[in-house]
């Protein structure tokens, strides 16, 4: 309950002026809690982009979205590595690297904050992204329950927050 109560009034900090990056903001807490927290802050630029899911297609599954293994995999890859080299998981996104650097944080509502950390064959431009959903038969079904939906996505970037102790 702390934690949320210091994110909440972390977020009304933040939004209420300019941020400094060379003195972290302070705050008051009485619970024990890191001296310095990272805490994610939204960018004030908002993009509207389609988004759809892949999910990575393990062998023997009860059901496929192409109907067997070796057409989802084609599909979705093998859902072993990104692009970046890194292990997919909720939270990974695909993205065009040519308008998205790897490792830009999103905020993607109904999905939560993602890393851009995987690139696909068919998504291109700045308004196409690929959420991944997880593994096997649950990362399909999600997958599928998500569809393809379009959203308003914001960047966000990490900051530093000092906390002061009473």
């Not at 024990?32 to 023997?60: F, G, M, W």
């Not at 084609?74 to 990974?92: F, W």
């Not at 851009?116 to 991944?132: M, Q």
Request: glycine content about 10%.
């Amino acid at each position: 309950m702390e934690k949320l109560l210091i994110m909440v009034l972390l977020a009304n900090l933040m939004g209420a002026g300019e941020i400094n990056k060379n003195k972290a903001p302070v705050i008051t807490a009485e619970k024990e809690i890191p001296t310095v927290i990272n805490v994610i802050v939204p960018k004030k630029t908002i993009r509207r982009v389609s988004c759809t899911a892949y999910y990575a297609p393990l062998p023997k599954q009860k059901k496929y979205a192409l109907g067997n293994y070796s057409r989802d995999v084609r599909m979705n890859g093998r859902g072993v590595e990104t692009s970046s080299g890194t292990k997919p998981e909720i939270g990974t996104i695909a993205a065009d690297p040519a308008h998205y650097k790897r490792g830009t944080l999103l905020i993607v509502p109904g999905y939560g904050i993602g890393v851009v950390e995987d690139t696909g064959s068919v998504i291109k431009g700045k308004k196409r992204l690929d959420l991944f959903m997880g593994k096997g038969d649950d990362g399909l079904e999600s997958a599928l329950d998500w569809g393809c939906k379009t959203l308003d996505i914001q960047e966000a970037e990490i900051v530093k927050v000092a906390i002061e102790r009473k």
